[in-house]
């Protein structure tokens, strides 16, 4: 399909000590023989000098590895071009490659290609730029597993047994009067419905996208509780203004946290009251949207205030909320809990540890996957969605044919899914497993 031989930086683009030129596609070796380079053997790292196939000048002394199709990343031949990573350098070799007729790679285009030539899933490409991606540990290991084909198997599977139930349907409705078992449409049904149970559980677990795309964690509480001051706390730095005046915080204001390995998205927000200006009005109504949307709260206090009669944060505080009174520097005397309560002073780190424990605590539950291993995008989510309807629409029909369309949209989901969409398979399927008339 690809005619055309591309090639780019595969590495960063700036100043480096190596940088890594890929290309790929069936002009691979004419390329190299124009660069000067004999052909390696497959897959070993030999000393190659690079010329200007115009000028006969070196450009770099450098490693080659050539990756013959099938077996490289694309699936088409390919070359590793291993050089120094200075800009000249970088810029001549290049250039070089332009001049020899090769086109300069589109964003994606080597997995897109590798895609194509079946040697990835679509949930294994979305995984190598998670991998490229990832900020954290956790992301990482999240976006290798997937890498690794782990949702392609259970996509793969649920499809494959979807397509097995929409043969035996359909061999029910083309051929009434054969020598089918018997209860071959009570099989259907029930394997209709496991999937379907499988997928809602599926879809009902979050942990892949909070470990993905980090998890919204908003600190709300009343004026002056110190809630700026333990986001600067956490953040390790001067992230939000602090001042002994009520309502210095209006704006939501967001730092980005590895935290135990979890990506962290911690938003301090206006404190919470009745009355103010506009202003702050309306920073609270961002408090509170936020805090609305916030996979986690931390509710602060201030020691000297809670437990007042407060309602606007003790209305908020739910489950997914740690609660903690602040200012324990001033309490006397000191106190680190009080129930379930923590006790921390932000400005001199007073049970500071163990908040943050508790706090990664409670990331873990909402992130901690353990061998499960959930969807982690929305277009996974939309599919199966998608998927689970369409079982349910299936379920629900009056007709086997009908039905047995619903079937084949819902298969089409999980194709979409994996980026596998034909289901002409079905046929075969039929005649593997009954001798039809036969
Ligand atoms: N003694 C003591 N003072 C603190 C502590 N934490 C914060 N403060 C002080 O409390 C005041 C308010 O702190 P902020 O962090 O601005 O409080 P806030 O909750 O963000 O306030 P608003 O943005 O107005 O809602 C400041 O003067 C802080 O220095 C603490 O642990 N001990
Ligand atoms: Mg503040």
Known sequence: MSAETIFALASA??????????????????????????????????????????????????????????????????????????RAVTDSMLAALGAAGLRPAEAGEFTRRAFFHDKMDLTQAEALADLVDAETRVQQKQALRQMGGALKEIYDDWRHRLLQALAHLEAVIDFPDEDLPPDVANKVWAEVDDLQQAIVVHLGDARGEHIREGLMVAIIGPPNAGKSSLLNALARREAAIVSPIPGTTRDVIEVHLNLGGYAVTLADTAGLRE?????ESEGIARAKRRAADADLKIALFDGAVYPARETATMGMIDDDTLVAINKADLLSPPRDREGGIHVISAKTGFGMDAFVAALLQHIRSKADTGAAMPLTRIRHRKALEECSNALIRARAAALAELASEDLRLAARALGRLTGRIDVEDVLDVVFRDFCIGK
């Open 275 to 279: 009355g103010g200006d506009a202003i």
């Open 13 to 86: 683009a700036g100043r480096a000590g190596i940088a890594v030129v890929r290309v790929s596609g069936d002009g691979t070796r004419d390329a190299l023989a124009r660069l000067g380079c004999p052909l390696p053997p497959p897959r070993k790292a030999v000393r190659a000098k690079f010329t200007d196939p115009a000028s006969g000048e070196i450009l770099d002394d450098g490693l080659l590895l050539w990756f013959p199709a099938p077996h490289s990343f694309t699936g088409e031949d390919v070359a590793e071009l291993h050089i120094h990573g200075g």
